[in-house]
């Protein structure tokens, strides 16, 4: 789908680009190295947003370099069954890194599963230790779509020392981590979810408003603050008016692009630079299992010579 050509939206495509290429290059250099790049994704039972996510995968490693294996299984595997399988992506070497697709069926314990992935091959930085990093300010490997969102609102070229900030949306995945990434960029954060009494009252006073619910249209023209920065993460598959099924995100987008500054297309927002993220952060998790790799046999090297 082509966008009309209007300053207001915040492109992830063209950001996404020049990190693939970045990681083309890297991803190139390891490879001749000895040390090739392979992402494995683990997809349990089916969610739309999870294939949209997963073919886009697919074909950005491909452009990057960088090898990439589905995995899938049934919605009814235990959660036995699929630790052995992470276990198995761990102890394989030419395995550099393992996402698993959120959701997973409610029987198994995701916090689990993320804890089974080693840390050094945990490409999202959603293992129970890793994810602490963002809280010290380590902010090198993000979850991946809170960091494509903070990126894109860094795009508008705002301050964000004490810009008021509202996230929709609390989950461990999206709208958590993107408090704490921007809360160490010294932003001043509200976070809104299911009980809050009133989302539109604390949305209207958002200089950048953040919304990852997973509800068609929730936030409308009237929740908005002229001249916000809004960033749409939501990606919902619905029936469209010709009947054919279509990608939408959480925002009016029609209504609230007359009053908002910025608004991040859906398709074509944040999602683009999701998968860029995702690429980037698998060449980050490469050079520590590098540096790992080099201190341990590194110095049996240099004892060997001496
Ligand atoms: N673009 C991308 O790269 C990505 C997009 N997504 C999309 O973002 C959306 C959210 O994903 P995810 O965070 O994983 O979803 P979750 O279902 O895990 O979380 C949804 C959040 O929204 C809150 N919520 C639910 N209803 C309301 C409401 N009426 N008002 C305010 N808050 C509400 C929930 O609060 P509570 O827990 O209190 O019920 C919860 O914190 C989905 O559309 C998903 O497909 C997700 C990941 C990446
Ligand atoms: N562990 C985990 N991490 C995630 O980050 C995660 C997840 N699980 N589960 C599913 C959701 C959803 N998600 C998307 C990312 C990019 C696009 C994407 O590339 N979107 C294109 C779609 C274009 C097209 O239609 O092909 C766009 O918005 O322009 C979509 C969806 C990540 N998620």
Redesign the pocket.
């Known amino acids: 789908m082509s966008l009309p050509d209007d300053s207001r939206y915040l492109r992830g495509g063209p950001v996404a680009q020049r990190i693939i290429a970045a990681v083309r290059e890297d991803a190139a250099i390891a490879t001749a190295e000895g040390f090739p790049p392979k992402l494995v994704s683990i997809t349990v039972g089916d969610t739309a947003?999870v294939e949209v996510?997963v073919r886009n995968q697919r074909a950005k490693a491909a452009l990057a370099g960088i090898e990439f294996e589905e995995r899938r299984f049934p919605a009814d595997i235990t959660a036995g069954e699929l630790e052995a399988a992470i276990h198995g992506l761990n102890a394989d070497p030419r395995v550099t890194g393992i996402i698993i697709q959120?959701?997973v069926p409610a029987h198994i314990p995701i916090k689990t599963l993320q804890a089974a992935v080693h840390p050094l091959k945990d490409v999202e930085g959603m293992h129970p230790a890793s994810i602490g990093n963002i809280v010290y300010n380590q902010l090198d490997l993000a979850p991946?779509?809170a960091a494509?969102s903070v990126e894109l609102l860094k795009e508008t070229g705002l301050d964000l020392k004490g810009l008021e900030v509202v996230i929709?949306?609390?989950?461990e995945?999206?709208?958590k981590p993107i408090a704490f990434l921007l809360m160490s960029e010294g932003a001043t954060v509200t976070v809104?979810?299911?009980?809050?009494r009133s989302?539109a009252a604390h949305a209207r006073r958002a200089d950048a408003l953040f919304v990852?619910?997973?509800?068609p249209r929730?936030i409308k023209a009237d929740m908005v603050k002229p001249g916000a920065a809004v960033i749409d993460?939501?990606?919902?598959s619905e029936i469209g008016p010709d009947g054919e099924s279509r990608i939408v995100?959480?925002v009016d987008t029609d209504s609230v692009k007359e009053v908002a500054s910025w608004i991040t297309p859906v398709p074509g927002g944040?999602?683009p630079l999701?998968v860029a993220i995702l690429l980037r952060n698998t060449m980050v998790a490469l050079s520590r299992q590098r540096a790992l790799y080099q201190a341990t046999y590194g110095v049996v090297d240099k004892l060997a010579a001496e």
């Open positions: 947003a996510y959120r959701p991946c779509t494509a929709v949306g609390h989950s995945i999206v709208g809104c979810h299911h009980m809050t989302v990852a619910v997973g509800r929730l993460i939501g990606i919902n995100g959480d944040v999602g999701t």
